[in-house]
């Protein structure tokens, strides 16, 4: 799993969380101040001789806009919320490729043990073809078993063309997820999350309310817009006089603050879209709850399932052992032929293959729920 938090779609969102943690610290500060200089009341006739006359004059203005520290902080609670927000998207996204990365390695993994189990039943239908071979030469009417023979063998082969196709998009799998795979590691039995459904806590719903914070962090910073912005500015005016005149440099102070005039057809509306957003995003987020539940109803259903098949094919499996005992003790004492013998092994064979499959269903079905819920996988 380690490996798994170097995909590059977690470490994009550990770099976007950054960014925004950057952007919270940024909303903080004040704007960059201004700085200017000017000449007025250049003579147009002598322009070049502007430092002697007694109207024009040389200044240098500083100027500094400060919002207020309320407003500033509501942009920053914004920046802060979407990298909340980024974090809990990468954890769903993290659980869930976890779960696909069970589940490869479970399809994987019976992948090759569902090949050796072919391979076995294909020995089987060998050594079948060879009995009723024999049989027909001898003189028995066994064409039909024969040519069934020969249609369970063209099905196994057939499966274990699906086999090495599922093998090849397992291995496919764990190259995205983690990178090269040369020999994938054994997987243990998947087991379901322990919570129930009511007390489970849902990524899709942690993201949905993360995004009602960042909604709600939006309508902070549009009430504050109401807030007054201050402007101080400083001025220094050089003057030369004329010969003969004296004129003296001046200093000019200026104090500016913003007056909502137009809120009505400014901040109003766009306050109350953001009050809009956050009603919309609280109704996804229910909507998500909804959903989330579903589908993990759904797949702990198909989990019941495959649990109860494998019971089921367990204990056929334990009477199929008897029953291949009992065929071969009246094999041995000649009250019988080989061929149940040989078709009870297939059979045993057949349930070890359905085995497997149920076995690999409800590995699945346990990695979409813990895809579902928060936590370590």
């Known amino acids: 799993m380690v490996q798994l938090d170097a995909h590059p779609a977690l470490q994009a969102y550990t770099a976007e969380s950054r960014a925004a943690e950057a952007m919270a610290e940024g909303a903080m500060g004040l704007p960059n101040p201004r700085i200017g200089a000017a000449v007025e009341n250049v003579p147009v006739n002598a322009p070049l001789r502007f430092d002697t006359s007694d109207m024009s004059s040389r200044s240098v203005m ?4 400060i919002p207020g520290r309320g407003l500033r902080g509501a942009r920053a609670d914004v920046e802060q919320a979407a990298a909340r927000l980024v974090l809990v998207r990468r954890e769903a996204l993290r659980a869930q490729l976890a779960g696909e990365l069970l589940s490869a390695l479970a399809e994987y993994e019976m992948a090759g043990a569902l090949e050796g189990l072919l391979d076995a039943q294909l020995a089987l239908l060998d050594e079948r073809e060879a009995y009723l071979s024999g049989r027909i030469d001898a003189g028995d009417a066994l064409f039909a078993e024969l040519a069934e023979t020969d249609g369970e063998r063209a099905a196994i082969d057939q499966r274990r063309a699906d086999v090495t196709r599922q093998s090849t998009q397992a291995l496919s799998v764990l190259t995205r997820l983690v990178g090269e795979v040369r020999t994938p590691p054994p997987v243990s039995p998947i087991p379901p999350p322990a919570a129930e459904t009511g007390e489970t806590v849902f990524h899709a719903v942690r993201v949905a309310q993360a995004v009602v914070q960042a909604a709600e962090a939006g309508v ?3 009430e ?10 400083l001025s220094y005016m050089n003057r030369e006089g004329a010969p003969g005149m004296r004129a003296d440099d001046m200093v000019s102070a200026q104090l500016m603050v913003s007056v909502p005039l137009w809120s009505r057809w400014n901040q109003t509306p766009r306050l109350e879209a953001a009050r809009i957003n956050t009603e919309a995003s609280r109704l996804r987020l229910a909507d998500a709850a909804r959903v989330s539940a579903d589908a993990f109803r759904a ?4 989990y019941a399932a495959a649990t109860r098949s494998i019971a089921a094919l367990e204990a056929r499996h334990t009477a199929l052992d008897a029953a291949l005992a009992a065929a071969s003790r009246r094999y041995e004492a000649g009250d019988s032929s080989l061929l149940p013998l040989i078709n009870t092994r297939i059979t045993q064979t057949e349930l070890r293959i359905r085995l497997l499959e149920q076995r690999l269903a ?3 079905a ?7 819920v928060a936590g370590e996988l």
Do not use: N
């Open 299 to 302: 797949a702990a259903a198909d």
């Open 362 to 364: 409800a590995d699945r």
């Open 220 to 222: 902070s910073v549009r």
């Open 366 to 372: 346990a990695a979409r729920m813990h895809g579902l």
């Open 62 to 65: 500083v100027s500094q806009d």
């Open 224 to 233: 504050r817009e109401f807030d007054p912005i201050y402007s101080v500015s």
